[in-house]
């Protein structure tokens, strides 16, 4: 009787051992199934990969990648999602820290979605172990929405914060050959550009007159107030009240967009008479056409500078100084 009794508890060990093996080589089991790291799921194999108890991580994106969904952000993201799952998968890792990367697309998990409620996609789902060191109590997952694009650093960083502290597999992006053949490739031709045309660039590159004018251009527009205009939005023109139209604004800390182009050319028509009085007017070998020369510029100076003093007297009327003729 002792010993049929013996054999009666050996089976019942033995059953129990059996019974609770798969259990807890659930992880292995999925392990061996992943492709490229992370694996494919449908409605069964997620609740099967999820049901408790679990001695592992599992992260669980939740997507849909057909075009008909209209989900770009989930497009986008599937290579960052597979990259974060073939990065830990490759990387030396403790061997007590067990995680599983899956996927799981509307078209194999409606039941799932509707489970969980979801209305948009991607979410990111990080159950975590409910027996072991890392084990917590309820099982419950951690969520991650997306309200924009995300990189793999990103997700990873995330998930890492999720997992117990230690070392942990590094991010690593594959070499982008192609990217870098294009570069080389237009730096290369670059290059061949410079190296054919130079005998034509050089040339104008050096020209000091063209550096001049150049950086005549750019001072007058920005002693004009061609950046104030475009910060503070200024109107072209506007109305003068009785009418008419008002070019300039009152006050020195306002403008209009017309006011700014005729300033402009006011600063563009004193540079270069003055200009020309410095450089030209003393290069003239006619000396009568010198000196009328002399005088136009001197006339156009006293003009034009006259007509920025009024200007100065528009904008505020308690500006002292003014020259004849305005």
Request: with cysteine.
């Amino acid at each position: 009787m002792k010993l049929f009794l013996l054999v009666i508890a050996a089976f019942q060990l033995c059953g129990l051992a059996l019974s609770a093996r798969p259990e807890l080589d659930k992880f292995t089991k999925f392990q061996a199934q992943a492709h490229y790291g992370h694996l494919a799921l449908d409605d069964s194999t997620y609740e099967e990969i999820t049901s408790k108890p679990r001695d592992y991580h599992v992260a669980v994106l939740l997507t849909a990648v057909e075009a008909r969904y209209g989900c770009a952000l989930c497009r986008e993201f599937q290579p960052e999602w597979e990259l974060v799952a073939r990065s830990w998968n490759k990387g030396a890792k403790p061997e007590d820290l067990k995680l599983l990367f899956s996927t799981l697309d509307f078209n194999n998990g409606r039941q799932a979605f509707q489970k969980l409620m979801l209305q948009t996609a991607p979410v990111v789902l990080l159950f975590p172990p409910t027996i072991g060191p890392s084990a917590q109590v309820d099982g419950s997952p951690f969520r991650l929405d997306f309200s924009g694009p995300i990189s793999a650093e990103q997700v990873y960083a995330w998930i890492s914060r999720h997992l117990p502290e230690g070392d942990k597999p590094p991010l690593v992006r594959p070499v982008n050959y192609m990217r870098l053949v294009s570069i080389l490739g237009l730096f290369m031709g670059t290059l061949s550009l410079l190296a054919v045309t130079s005998p034509y660039v050089i040339p104008i590159v050096r020209n000091r007159n063209l550096w001049a004018a150049i950086s005549l251009i750019s001072i007058l527009l920005f002693t004009s107030g061609h950046m104030f205009n475009h910060i503070r939005k200024v109107p072209y023109v506007a109305g003068d009240g009785r009418g008419g139209i008002s070019y300039f604004a009152g006050g020195f800390a306002n403008q209009f967009g017309m006011e700014t182009q005729i300033i402009a050319a006011i600063y563009g028509i004193l540079s270069f008479a003055t200009i020309a009085l410095a450089l030209k007017v003393p290069r003239m070998s006619d000396t009568k056409a010198q000196q009328m020369a002399v005088v136009i510029w001197g006339v156009v100076l006293l003009g034009v500078y006259s007509f920025l003093l009024s200007v100065f007297r528009i904008k505020n009327g308690g500006y002292p100084f003014f020259l004849p003729p305005f």
